[in-house]
């Protein structure tokens, strides 16, 4: 199996081949015309005539095309990966270096320091890519989802990605999902990848957008009617005449951030503009494929007719009447019109000053994003304006960098002062090594990410992040403040005079076409790797060979203590941190000693403490699970709402898990952290009753019994054991099918599989 630079045009193919007749033999399984997503869905199945597709019920197993990594979760999955006892991936696969790159001075600078500090891990992923056949896109590359969408995404295609904004390939028309890493090693062993057929969400677009409005906006929209949680399970397609003005870029952009709703993945359907796309990109026999097939790349005509009768749920948005929107703080779905937001922010004393905006990443850094971004840089420039506050710019590739500096858009910018930071994730991700404010000061930030969670950016409790357009953000820099609505409001120049900023309509790709930039940057495996030795150190604090994790013994769960019990909001960043603690993603135990360090306590309303039971003293969360874990104390931990929310890393599994944890119970689960936590062997419970949460005091014991008659769709009983010895029983559920639960009995999915390929 060769590795390109590119997907390569008989994979495609092979995709495309007998596309009809499987989709024939789905529509006669349903009875009914079909989806989109379900037609991508049936094709990867591996006998769609057969299979159960029974939405939110039925568990499938897929064949995806390819697997992508980033550097950061890649690390735990190679890891994972070479306990497999295989010699090679059994399908495509790349690693991809733009998450341990942080952000400080710039672009140039912060590369090279990053290259220095991280040599250990490069060199690691490197040779491991290297020995089992995979490719390795070499740091300064890009941003994974932004590269993904350049040279490997097509339409019809699907995907794994650990990350969990993956479904950014969803803007060409492919099914692209962000799981953990355990998830990938199944996939990279040639094993199927396992997921219940998902609910189907449609947006039905009609009008088309103009003035200050952006693609940005529609999933803005989205997020504010669905919520963190609302596309949980489901795929979320959008369609319609609306869908077909949306450059695929744009596209991108929206199917990028619906990860913000919980959703299992978007998607849009082929049409010219994914076309123009794959063309401008040197992809036009994949074009060319996609054309021939074009009917099977839409859904079934009487979907877009008539969708109410094909989604559980349609939301309706016209274009036309769409106005720029802004959304946060600390959460991505807290949505408003731009204007309406001085109001708000006045009211719960949310500063409206200022202090840094932020546009690029992943999200928005296409050429037509860079294009109206810079037109506005241009048009304040000639009224006599610059930004007020620092304007950082994160291209997302570099063949997107080397354009827009090409073009002299980069220059646009940097005339109004923006600093042109490099091609990676930086700021977005807590990669801001930030200089300009101290942690402790309030203040506000505006970017054109996807995430705006507590601490997400810089690390900082005190910032207040607001999620808008590239558009916005630079007119909310140029003015400095939040309560600025650049459609109506106008700004002072130096001599007195009263102007308004305008923006252009953009480019959707560049004239000139797409400037490829730095050659070398992507390394293909060798043709013979079987002598490869795999960098790790001995030493390394920062690499650790993974030990197995113990089997199940059989035995049911007796009086457990409860080592944290999460109030509200308990995303992937409160349970493992990124920012800092980025450096030991491929360390399990030193990773662990972020264990829960974000998360509020219930009882004392504290974060990241807790009691420890051994001697009733008050510590950190990650020290306790440290001293429980060399007890040979095994542990509980209870959730609130839609526990895991947020990124895909498996780190939010791995490290309870190894720290002894056994057993997770909340009220909800966001998907991926609900699978990565089933993957490593843990039992993931809801509430039957969402409010015996309440029940569970700081103190008591937990027991989950019976579990010698674990199955599918069986409640699973837990009793609640008080000091004074009052018992109280509470039922919970659990979603693993019967194949899942293997996964627990065995101590992990990577278990089952090791027995499977190696005995």
């Not at 839609?642 to 791995?654: K, L, P, V």
């Amino acid at each position: 199996m060769t590795v390109q630079s590119q997907t390569p045009r008989e994979l495609v193919k092979s995709v495309y081949a007998n596309l009809e007749d499987r989709l024939s033999a789905g529509r006669e399984a349903l009875g009914r015309p079909l989806t989109l997503a379900e037609k991508i869905l049936i094709n990867h199945l591996k006998d769609p005539g057969s299979t159960e597709m029974n939405r939110g019920v039925s568990y499938v197993d897929l064949h995806p095309d390819r697997v992508a990594m980033q550097d950061a979760t890649a690390q735990m999955a190679w890891l994972q990966f070479m306990t497999a006892g295989l010699e090679e991936v059994q399908v495509p696969t790349t690693t991809h270096c733009d998450h341990l790159i942080q952000a400080r001075i710039d672009g140039e600078t912060d590369l090279s320091v990053a290259v220095d500090n991280n040599s250990e891990v490069y060199n690691f992923l490197e040779s491991v890519c290297a020995k089992y056949g995979a490719g390795f896109w070499k740091p300064g590359s890009g941003i994974i989802h932004q590269v993904v969408l350049e040279q490997y995404a097509f339409p019809g295609g699907m995907m794994i990605g650990t990350d969990s904004h993956t479904p950014n390939a969803g803007g060409l028309g492919m099914i692209a999902i962000g799981v953990g890493g355990a998830d990938a090693v199944d996939v990279m062993t040639g094993f199927p990848f396992n997921i219940k057929w998902p609910k189907l969400i449609g947006v039905h677009l009609t009008g088309e957008l103009s003035g200050w409005a952006s693609p940005k906006d529609v999933i803005l929209k989205v997020a504010e009617i669905l919520t963190v949680k609302g596309g949980t399970g489901a795929i979320v397609e959008y369609l319609g005449p609306g869908a077909r003005t949306l450059s695929a870029t744009g596209k991108g952009t929206i199917c990028n951030m619906g990860a913000e709703i919980g959703a299992t993945t978007s998607l849009f359907p082929y049409d010219e503009a994914i076309s123009r796309y794959l063309n401008a990109t040197n992809r036009g026999d994949t074009a060319e494929a996609a054309e021939a097939v074009s009917s099977n790349l839409q859904a079934d005509p009487e979907v877009e007719e008539d969708p109410h009768s094909f989604f559980d749920r349609v939301i309706e948005i016209n274009l036309s009447d769409l106005t720029p929107h802004i959304n946060g703080p600390h959460t991505p779905d807290l949505a408003r019109p731009v204007g309406d937001l001085k109001e708000e922010a006045t009211a719960n004393g949310w500063p409206l000053e200022v202090s840094a905006g932020l546009i690029g990443s992943c999200t928005n850094s296409s050429y037509e994003d860079i294009t109206r971004a810079a037109g506005i840089a241009r048009d304040a420039l000639s009224k006599g304006l610059k930004s007020k506050i620092p304007l950082l710019v994160t291209p997302g590739s570099e063949q997107v960098r080397a354009t827009i500096e090409r073009d002299g858009l980069l220059a646009d910018l940097e005339a109004i002062g923006a600093t042109v930071l490099a091609n990676a994730c930086g700021p977005c991700i807590g990669q801001w090594d930030r200089q300009d404010l101290d942690d402790g000061v309030p203040n506000s930030i505006v970017t054109s990410y996807n995430r705006n969670f507590p601490k997400r950016n810089d690390g900082y409790a005190s910032t207040f992040a607001f999620v808008t357009s590239p558009e916005t953000v630079v007119a909310l820099s140029i003015a400095g403040k939040l309560d600025f609505d650049p459609a109506v409001d106008s700004l002072t120049t130096e001599n007195g005079e009263e102007v308004k900023l305008s923006v252009d309509i953009g480019e959707e790709l560049p004239t000139k076409g797409f400037d490829s930039g730095e050659k070398g940057l992507f390394k293909p495996p060798p043709s013979e790797y079987s002598e490869i030795e795999i960098s790790i150190p001995p030493e390394s604090e920062r690499l650790q060979v993974l030990t197995p994790f113990a089997p199940w013994d059989g035995n049911d769960f007796e009086n457990l203590p409860i080592l944290m019990k999460a109030k509200g909001k308990c995303t992937t960043d409160h349970i493992s941190m990124a920012g800092s603690w980025l450096k030991y993603r491929g360390h399990l135990e030193n990773i662990s000693g972020n264990l829960y360090l974000g998360v509020v306590n219930s009882f004392t309303g504290e974060i990241g403490t807790g009691i420890d039971i051994t001697d009733n003293e008050i510590r950190p969360f990650p020290e306790i699970a440290r001293r429980y874990h060399e007890a040979g104390i095994e542990w509980v931990a209870i959730g609130d709402e839609n526990i895991g929310e947020g990124s895909s890393r498996e780190h939010a599994a791995m490290e309870p898990r190894f720290r002894g944890c056994r057993v997770v119970i909340a009220r909800s689960f966001a998907r991926i952290h609900e699978t990565n936590l089933k993957k490593q062997g843990i039992l993931p419970l809801t509430f039957a009753n969402p409010s015996d949460y309440d029940l569970i005091g700081q103190e008591d014991r937990i027991s989950v019994v019976a579990l010698q008659d674990l199955s599918a769709n069986k409640p699973v009983q837990v009793t609640v054991t008080t000091l004074e010895g009052d018992v109280t029983n509470v039922e919970t559920n659990h979603s693993m099918s019967e194949d899942q639960i293997e996964w627990f009995r065995a101590g992990s999915a990577l278990n089952l599989i090791r027995q499977k390929t190696i005995g």
